[in-house]
């Protein structure tokens, strides 16, 4: 869901380790589900999708969960890498229509330590 | 793959006048252009839609006069800022929708960083 005003949460992980960052979504009408990499100064970078008709897929080093019970989505990362420091965000879209707006949840900034 | 060009990359203005960004995307025509802010630490936030030839919808809270947005053609929206203020500072990022590219095609800009002193 959309924070307003509020600081993102952290989550710092050794390099090598397994990473879940967590995203609670506001609207249960969402139909897919986005997670975005922001690395500083920088426009938010695509990492992996999910439909609402599915709980989970997988990518390279990357997978979604959805549980559309709850309203949680998770992003696991595997095997974390320095380069993977930076901020995630997932994002919704609903709207009805195939371009509904696509809202951010809160964030959540990652630091790999080498 | 789809992308977006967003221009300039950085600004700094005097505060009073206006300053507008361009979001361009360049080998798709775009069906719908979003604007983002974002400030320091915090998760983006919608500003307004815009679709090709006609008005922008605006998100709660949004001035419309002070955001101008236009969306003249598939290919190009920009949003002026008027009259900027310092609490106006800000990330502001386009995303164009319509591409090929992954993620249901909302292809982002790069981002422009407004600094107004």
């Known amino acids: 869901g959309e924070s307003v005003g509020l600081h993102l949460p952290t989550l710092s992980v050794q390099e090598g380790d397994n990473s879940i960052i967590n995203c609670a979504y506001s609207n249960s009408a969402s139909d897919y589900f986005i997670w975005y990499k922001q690395e500083s100064g920088k426009g938010p970078q695509f990492i992996i999708d999910i439909r609402s008709n599915m709980d989970k897929r997988q990518g390279q080093r990357v997978t979604v969960l959805l549980n559309k019970t709850v309203k949680h989505l998770s992003l696991q990362i595997a095997a974390t890498q320095p380069g993977d420091s930076a901020v995630y965000f997932c994002?919704?879209?609903?709207?009805?229509?195939?371009?509904?707006?696509?809202?951010f949840g809160q964030g959540t900034i990652l630091t790999v330590h080498p | 793959g789809a992308v977006v060009s967003q221009h300039p990359s950085w600004v700094i203005c005097k505060s009073g006048t206006s300053v507008k960004i361009e979001c361009r995307s360049l080998?798709?025509?775009?069906?719908?252009m979003f604007w983002y802010r974002q400030f320091p630490k915090q998760s983006l936030m919608l500003m307004a839609t815009s679709n090709e030839g006609s008005k922008a919808t605006y998100e709660q809270g949004v001035e419309k006069d002070k955001f101008l947005i236009n969306h003249a053609s598939l290919t190009l929206s920009t949003l002026t800022v008027t009259s900027a203020h310092p609490e106006d500072s800000s990330f502001y990022i386009c995303?164009?929708?319509?591409?090929?590219?992954?993620?249901?095609?909302?292809?982002f800009g790069s981002g422009t960083r407004l600094t107004v002193v």
């Open positions: 995303s164009a929708t319509g591409g090929l590219g992954q993620g249901y095609g909302y292809t």
């Open positions: 994002a919704e879209k609903y709207g009805g229509t195939s371009y509904g707006k696509l809202t």
């Open positions: 080998d798709f025509q775009a069906t719908t």
